[in-house]
């Protein structure tokens, strides 16, 4: 049974860098068959992708040209995990963010609700 | 990007009646290699993750009762439930997976009349 555990601050200021961690378990964060994503929720915004990362003989990311500029996805193969980080925060970037497993999202992780407040 | 649309915003329905869900792709979702629709239909609860409910427009996830079902082809889509029961309360989304930006529904709200 594959899970997904969030960690990561709650509360950052303008202007910084949010950095969420997703460790997997059940499955490898390396696994040649699977995607790992970065979405957020928001009430203005509803559902967004952010982006994700992906392992096919070598490592693969995509992004939304919303956040394009300031993120970034990695893997971790020693911990078995992936990461988000979004530079550049404003108070717009407020959100719940989610990871996810899945071409189609089959498996989430409990979100982080990511307050950009001074 | 894609641009789906989901109809209508909330419905109430009775328990034990039937619920419709529509969803439409702004262009056809048609993967070629399978011929199937990159489309998954979602549920979430309040303070919980979207649950994974149908992928290839169609296809139950593991473990989802056989009370829901997809249907639809090209760029309408639609999520029934046939039996409304009192936990189906929630949000349903429709996402689609044909290409990047993956992208969401707005959401349809569904309550017990």
């Known amino acids: 049974q594959v899970q997904l555990q969030q960690s990561g601050p709650g509360l950052v200021k303008p202007s910084q860098t949010l950095s969420l961690t997703c460790a997997i378990s059940?499955?490898?964060?390396?696994?040649?068959?699977?995607?790992w994503n970065w979405i957020r929720q928001s009430p203005s915004r509803g559902l967004e992708w952010l982006g994700r990362t992906y392992y096919r003989s070598k490592w693969y990311s995509d992004y939304a040209v919303s956040v394009q500029s300031r993120i970034t996805i990695n893997p971790d193969t020693s911990k078995n995990q992936f990461s988000l980080q979004l530079n550049s925060l404003t108070p717009e970037d407020t959100a719940v963010y989610y990871c996810a497993g899945g071409w189609a999202f089959d498996i989430w992780g409990q979100g982080t609700t990511v307050t950009v407040s001074s | 990007d894609i641009v789906m649309t989901q109809s209508p915003d909330s419905l109430a329905v009775s328990l034990g009646e039937r619920a419709t869900i529509n969803c439409k792709s702004s262009q056809s979702i048609l993967y070629s290699s399978n011929n199937k629709d990159s489309l998954t239909w979602y549920q979430q609860k309040p303070g919980q993750p979207p649950k994974l409910l149908i992928h290839?427009?169609?296809t139950r996830a593991s473990g989802v009762p056989d009370r829901f079902s997809g249907s639809g082809s090209g760029t309408d889509f639609t999520l029934t439930i046939s039996s409304l029961q009192a936990e189906d309360v929630a949000v349903y989304y429709c996402?689609?997976?044909?290409?990047?930006?993956?992208?969401f529904g707005g959401g349809t709200k569904v309550e017990i009349k």
């Open positions: 290839w427009a169609s």
């Open positions: 059940g499955d490898s964060v390396s696994n040649n068959n699977a995607a």
């Open positions: 996402q689609q997976y044909y290409s990047i930006p993956l992208t």
